[in-house]
């Protein structure tokens, strides 16, 4: 592993995960180049913020659950080339249902480069403490679709609240959102914010 980066599990206990491109749940419908172990890693920055985060969530009664934070490049290259494969079906009721796969690329939902391969982005979402049960955000990770967007119209008050929860604490945290994926934060002093990088997780 590159210098400065971590397991996040590592420097900031207690926080939950679930490294989607290393299972087969993920929009690919297979695990995905460059994850080999279903670990969350992150720059030594991302992991300080992220301990901030998990005080500010628990104080309000939620836990973090990961499910993405460092992505090789490899990886990026990998979505590249399964968007250019005939449609099978397998994913894209649950994850594009209203765009074909190209389009994942020309709507902003999966970027040729990657903030993530910069190593201080994560996807997340909330869990309750008091149950581990997952607060609902008015769909899943990767669900390329408007309902997705900070501010989409047709989810729920409970789902709305939970989302402003979860945008309230990354942003307390320098943490900035992304507008089309209410789950997507990249920390605002990221340390590497001009270098993509391509080491496996192992």
Known sequence: MKEDFVFVDEFVPGIRWDAKYATWDNFT???????????????????????????????????????????????????????????DGRTKLRHYPNIDRAEMFEQGYVAAKSGHSRGSTVDLTLYHLATGELAPMGGGHDLMDAVSHHGAHGITEVEARNRQHLCSIMETCGFKSYAYEWWHYTL???????????????
Request: negative net charge; charged residues 25%; aromatic residues 14%.
């Open 29 to 87: 419908g297979k695990p995905v180049d460059g994850y080999v172990a279903n670990r969350i890693v992150g720059t030594r920055a991302l992991c300080t913020a992220l301990e901030s985060a998990q005080e500010k969530a628990a104080s309000l009664g939620f836990g973090l659950l990961l499910w993405d934070g460092y992505r090789p490049q490899r990886a990026v290259d990998c979505f590249l080339r399964w968007a250019q494969q005939p449609e």
């Open 188 to 202: 605002k002093d990221e340390p590497y914010p001009d270098t993509y990088f391509d080491f496996s997780i192992t």
